[in-house]
């Protein structure tokens, strides 16, 4: 029996383009001579579509979709997500399925039973829970349909107190079939993978597990389908962050020999191949093809540009070095050679005159006050506003530079160097980002060497360095991972040889920032827990974690 | 036998804070001899702590506090909110439970069945639901407790396939108890107190529901507690928007009369006082004591000065003037009118030097493009750039001014007017926003009739007019109201009348302004659809609602 795997990125709510692209990859498949195809969860509408499944016309327009998608299921049997009603009287009104098509018709409906509901997943939210279990049969075959987390439960810790596979095992399937929607970070790969092969071996079934890939804003899809074997070995393992597509010829009991990729988690790699598919997808979803960003010698903004121009061609990239009276002649130099270097325009402003202005504006309403944040705050908010203009001006997108260090204890600007469309590398810390120049420089001197060695300062006061207020990044990171990541609290990050001050001085930094990161772009996730949707945080509140 | 009914403010996270005031109505309670105290839904640790419930140590802390409080329990039951840990080896870690205590002891503990996740709510991200039904007895009474949604799924659409009531009616009770953390929106009010109502008459029992006041962030708590009787009056009704304590002295099968308030949905007053009291909880939990607000004579920023003073004082309001040169005179009289009015201090900064200085730096990188929204976005910037300025050096926090049919339409410049800390009525449509006008001129003119009489303007070119750009606020208000809170899709609306090419613009413009949106402050939530937590939408995405 010939399956194929198709890998696809969809876009959320574009119902006519995802049916087509689907078509396009069913159109190849029957040439192939395969009888079944297989799409990745909630296909047909794009995972997630939040609250526009509140709207029943969004359901509708996706059974008219699925119309459209039934009449090529000839000769052919298509497997595809898509919302459902789920027509109870008592529930929710919509199911997570995944539609079996055969010769024109709908054969069956398969509903998701494991419902995630943390993190970045909000699926009760929307569906209602699948409680019986049926194996789907086509030519022969005893299909057990699942749909992405429906695969999880099998080990300790179990979040669920069903686990799908037990149920179906009882009706003795002969094929496992895994419509996903997972999407990346860099430690999840390797766990994905070990998991689904468990499955496999657990089973001792064969699993033909579909992934997607692209961004919908951030939350990154980075593919990786697999065809696995009953015996665990990983015949088939599809492409990361690209679009593929894969026919097997399948027979019961035949074991394939193990072709997996030598992928592994934390590959710096593999966290720059999501970066630069989450920027090209969030400026072609959206309709961009300029970005924009202020280019100040620094490390951040150095690995952004040089990303960013990777995702969008240098071309369409342009830096806008924004010199003030306290920016060395150093910045200025190294963020020209850096456009250089990639070959992208670049325009020097001095910020020097707005400044004057503003504190000139605002001198009488100061008399009686000390110098303090405010007037460093002046400058990062006027570098905001140039860059705002330009970017409305040339109709191009400004690219937000924080990282996940500055971003998690405040240092950053609200309407200053917060702003901007998108946060390309908000949930790496800033070692990680010393990592990424490093890849990036991997074959030549992109970023130069200056940038990568000086000390880290924001240049908003005379010779300001950033360890004049923070610990030094790779105390501050790994407290940081202790406290988002892996949900410590102060006593425990203490216990394991931090000092107390000092741990208990980030913790409050980060409680206290909840209100700037409230207000701040979305950041593409490559972590397990990324600021944004994945950690909701009260932002008024008493913490004493 | 003596109920107390406690009605309180807590804050999310502050413990020690909360178990005070709980324990200063816990001795009130024993000096009025009453028998049980009754708080509401997760009192010890307030509604709700998010994700600060994945840390272990928080919920540690719960239980210290929790035994604390325990030793309050000597004469008197105590019957409080706060997650306890499920200790399931298949499900969710916590309980989102009412914990009993008598004797210095816990007596029992019950946990909600029924975990909102729509709208606001997220409760099974964090919560195993309850799957087992007790009742609870003290001093011969058998109580029925549940915990807010629990009573919710009596009528028709049910939600959930189990009524929690339904199973405990087995059991024979004496009476109903419920501990709720239910929000305030001006469509809730009155089907809250319909549907309790209800519950009574349904299982001929006695209601005890208390309720929680105070905002936390934009949920706003009315309060709002009752005592009602088994024939379905109510009894008790206690304050909207204020703490309160009522003792009621209650023996089976008597019916006690009518003493309900007369507040009705839609009330000005009860929106009037939500917001007041948003604006005051979210300034007195994050330790600000002062506002600043740009005050442009229009009536947005003017219902939000008056708003704001009543909150927290007239002197603590800081209205700050910025006119340009697109300001009319009219403008900065009325300002400066209501202000007096008002007897806050008021300053006038002009942007004019600021403005020039921007668009003299920026002008040879315009060169061969057109004027456009660019420069009128200088113009919101930086106003927004001073107004920051000025909330950082004098330690107040700037409040936002939008409104909810700008900021549904975008009709906002992003670090610009949607600046600030807290927006207090971006959940008022501009119809609203007049109606609130009039409410705060109820005994003398506040707001001058100028201001309520003009055809608003953004005042960011010559003789602009918000007409120019958006239909005539009752008709796009009411297409705005149908497509956000009612959820219907484009082609609903025009079968109701409204033109088509109208109706497409207006969607459009909402949906491709979730960008905006996102980075926004935080909004009051006073309807049942307020633009923040309860409506998420992607924001890459197609739409075609």
New interface residues.
Partial sequence: MKIVLSQLNY?????D?NVNKMAEHINRAKNDGADIIVFSELSIC?Y?????L?????V??CYTALDTLKAYANGIAIIAGMPTRSG?????KLYNSAVVMADGEILQEVHKTLLP??DVF?E??YFEPNTSFNLVEYKGVKMAITICEDLWNLD??????TTPMDELMALQPDIMINLSGSPYSYNHVEDRKNRMVANAKQYQLPLVYVNQIG???DILFDGGSMFINQTGEIAEELNYFQEDYRCIDWSKDEVYPDNSLDYKDEDIELIHDAIVMGIR??FG??GFKKALLGSSGGIDSAVIHALAAEALGPENVMAVLLPSKYSSTGSVVDAETLSKNLNSPY?I???E??VK??E???TP??DG?DV???EE??QA??R???L???S???GSMVLNTSNKSETAVGYAT??GDM?G?LSAIGDLYKMQVYEMARYINRDREIIPEEIINKAPSAELRHDQKDSDSLPPYPVLDKILMLYIEE??????IVAMGYDEALVRKVIKLVDRNE?KR?????ILRISNLAFGVG???????????
């Avoid at 109870?88 to 929710?92: A, V």
């Avoid at 949900?487 to 425990?492: I, L, P, R, S, V």
């Fill in positions: 876009t959320i709510g574009d119902l383009g794009g997630i579509p939040k609250d526009m509140n709207y029943q016309s969004f509708k327009r109870l009287t008592k529930g929710k509901t943390y909000d009760y939210r300790a810790p179990h979040l669920y107190s961004a919908h804003t997808d969030y979803k959206m325009k402003i001095s910020i005159d707005m202005v503003v000139g504006t605002l309403h100061f006050y303090d944040v405010t705050n002046i908010r006027s905001g506003l140039l705002m203009a330009l409305n001006k040339y609200l309407y702003c469309g949900q410590k609290g102060w006593t425990e209100y409230f207000q701040a772009a979305p950690r909701q945080m009260p932002l008024v509140g008493r913490f004493y974690n």
